[in-house]
């Protein structure tokens, strides 16, 4: 099940929209601010946010320029844009900003599904990538190896767990309760601290100056690549 962010002030549409794509089969959650969707965005993981242009204080344009121009968590997830604005130049100023599509108001309850199911095919073409080169290490994706100078590294249940889930969004940051609930923690961040530290020796990134597994202040990790295939 696909999990989708929706953002809009007006309440009556939020929950209209939401509604809709409950009804086709996505997880959803909704938020009436900007502020609010990035408070949202660093605690879970959605595939797709739907965010209305025209919000008091922070607009939905604001909102993506700061998701796009940041080391927020999901930096790069995929939005659409809702707007009543139509014309060249707004569409312009959207693409500009950060937003992946466009769709005005009002807009056709299939059209708006037909996007984002869009959206998600052209992300998950972008995730089959197989390889991840980080440092001297290699980690295939699909048989779950992990060389270092093309010799096989062993890590803990534990250390291949979090090398896994930093994996599958790599250059892009993971909060640490994110990263607790995808090991299934119940635990203080402070724990995930020290299973990165572990990790870090592993695969040989300087603990002092981390340049592989690096902390993103106020938010978590991310794991650095340097090529994918």
């Known amino acids: 099940m696909h999990n989708i962010l929706v953002v809009d002030d007006d309440e009556r549409l939020l929950s209209l929209v939401m509604e809709l794509l409950e009804t086709n089969g996505f997880q959803v959650d909704g938020v009436t601010s900007a502020s609010n969707a990035r408070t949202k965005i660093c605690q879970e993981h959605y595939d797709v946010m739907v965010v209305d242009w025209m919000m008091p204080r922070e607009s939905g344009l604001d909102l993506i320029q700061s998701v796009r121009n940041s080391a927020m968590c999901q930096s790069k997830i995929p939005a659409i844009m809702l707007t ?11 693409f500009e900003a950060g937003f992946d599509d466009y769709l005005p108001k009002p807009f056709e309850a299939r059209e708006l599904i037909s996007r984002i199911n869009a959206l998600i095919r052209r992300t998950a073409q972008a995730d089959s990538i197989q390889i991840l080169k980080f440092g001297d290490c290699e980690f295939n994706k699909i048989t779950n190896e992990l060389r270092g100078n093309k010799e096989p590294i062993v890590l803990s ?65 991310v794991l650095c690549c340097d090529a994918s295939t």
Do not use: M, W
């Open 157 to 221: 249940s534990t250390e291949f767990n979090l090398l896994k889930t930093l994996s599958q969004r790599p250059n892009e940051p993971f909060s640490r309760s994110e990263l607790a609930k995808k090991l299934s923690f119940q635990v203080a961040d402070r724990t995930i601290d020290v299973q990165i530290t572990r990790l870090r020796k592993k695969i040989g990134d300087n603990p002092k100056n981390p340049t592989i597994i690096k902390t993103i202040r106020n938010i978590g990790y």
């Open 84 to 94: 009543a604005l139509g014309d060249v130049d707004h569409k312009v100023q959207g």
